[in-house]
């Protein structure tokens, strides 16, 4: 009989495959997912023989070592090192190829020159109440304005000063203003590197390496660590709905699944929002949490008959008046045969019909420079994302943490981590808040 502890995970996205890693040479673990495949964001899917990705695109080493032995040991001949992620954005009318920040300069120059001087002289202030006054404080009124506030507008369908600090982090963190030359003497100031971006992609130094597949989606990397996770003995279940829990005291000791299959064990990691887990132990919710505004993501799935006219791996449109918000091209980043494919990220906060759409973001694709005007579109594919993330509201921030404390009293031998508990976001946090996490308990 084994003396190995049971421990379940659930969630497979980074967070809980990175926990199945820790955790699965001393003991028993599964990893549970509502989905039939693990990955989360980060799996892969194909649609007329092409691959495309849900989210996550490119990954980079966490300079950890500990950590990158347990996330890139898996990295071998299939894969691209990216010496540099080659990023723009479209802003203003203008693609710019060589940054993905945005461009302040394509405002109208009264407008540019008076942000300028506001953004030099303005001092960042501490401990911030709303995004507006963080903004206000970091670039000054006129770009917080003329800028952020249209820019931002288009991505989260929310007022400034509803939207919780550094929810700018997502679009843009700096901008770019000025020339290269004098950027690059203000950017040794540290207070003027949080604001401002280095004119080129090429000047962004690390020795952290960056990889994508070859030849197929970055769903190879949470395929390869899978194998490696059941090659050690760990166990999956997809496809996995928890029905109830069974909770003794302050330790939750077991859940039923929605196939009524019992998973007993001693201690849990959750990776998902705490409020499914404390919904299927029947603990009351505090009155004070609220649901989220989710954004409903479509992801536009295009392959053309002609190259791409710009060699980027991503851009950013920035333009308020546009539905795209991040175009992928695969065909720059690896070999496809003859057609050319790319996904186009939209952030929609209103109905409007898949064909309506299609042929706004065909036309698009044309005026941000990234298609011939006679260019065929050979195939097309679309994929709707209703709970693609939550719109970073103050009143989000609040009742995550509420939700988050709650969970944490009643739970002893639960560890939540992830983004589900709306304490990380961007991918490399995550990885390493899980990792301190996990390791600590």
């Known amino acids: 009989m084994s003396d190995k502890k049971k421990i379940v995970v659930v969630g497979s996205g980074i967070s809980g495959i990175l926990a199945g890693l820790m955790l699965v040479e001393k003991n028993d673990v599964t990893i549970i997912d509502r989905e039939k495949t693990p990955g ?43 010496p540099f992620l080659k990023a723009g954005h479209y802003f203003g009318g203008v693609l710019n190829s060589e940054c993905p920040h945005i461009d302040a300069r394509n405002l109208p120059h009264n407008i540019y020159e008076k942000g300028v001087v506001e953004l030099l002289q303005t001092k960042i202030k501490d401990n911030c109440t709303n995004l507006k006054e963080q903004l206000d404080f970091t670039f000054g009124q006129t770009l917080t304005e003329e800028l952020f506030k249209p820019v931002l507008k288009k991505f989260y369908n929310a007022n400034l000063d509803d ?87 302050k330790k939750l000791t077991g859940i039923t699944l929605s196939d009524e299959t019992d998973i007993l064990f001693d201690s849990a990691v959750c990776t998902i929002s705490p409020f499914f887990l404390m919904n299927a132990c ?27 006219l710009t060699n ?26 003859k057609h050319n494919h790319l996904t186009v990220e939209c952030l929609l906060h209103e109905e409007i019909e898949n ?71 961007f991918l490399q946090e995550v990885i390493r808040s899980t990792y301190e996490m996990v390791k600590a308990s």
């Open 163 to 249: 939207l919780a600090t550094g929810s700018h982090g997502l679009i843009s963190s700096r901008i770019i203003i000025l020339n290269a030359e004098i950027t690059n003497f203000l950017k040794k100031n540290e207070t003027m590197d949080g604001k401002i971006s280095y004119h080129s992609y090429k000047q962004r130094h690390s020795s952290a390496r960056s990889f994508y597949p070859k030849k197929t989606g970055i769903g190879l990397w949470v395929n390869s660590l899978m194998k490696k996770f059941t090659s050690a003995g760990g166990t999956f279940i997809g496809g996995a709905t928890i029905k109830t829990a069974q909770v003794s005291g």
């Open 40 to 82: 989360g964001l980060l799996r892969s899917y194909s649609a007329h023989g092409f691959d495309y990705d849900y989210g996550t695109h490119f990954i980079m080493e966490t300079l950890d070592p500990e950590i990158d032995a347990l996330l890139f040991d898996v990295i071998d001949d299939n894969w691209k090192e990216l």
């Open 312 to 337: 980027l791996y991503f851009l950013n449109c920035f333009e308020p008046g546009f539905y795209t918000f991040r175009v992928t091209l695969y065909s720059n980043l690896r070999t496809t045969g």
């Open 282 to 308: 029947g603990v009351t919710i505090p009155p004070s949490v609220k649901p989220p505004k989710m954004i409903r993501t479509v992801l536009l799935n295009l392959a053309y008959d002609k190259p791409f």
């Open 355 to 425: 064909a309506h759409l299609l042929n706004k973001v065909k036309n698009e694709l044309q005026s941000i420079g990234v298609i011939e005007s006679d260019s065929k579109c050979v195939s097309s594919s679309i994929q709707v994302l209703d709970n693609g993330f939550p719109t970073p509201l103050l009143s989000l921030k609040q009742s995550s943490q509420t939700l988050l404390d709650e969970a944490r009293s009643q739970f002893s031998n639960v560890i939540f981590c992830g983004k589900g508990t709306g304490e990380t976001f």
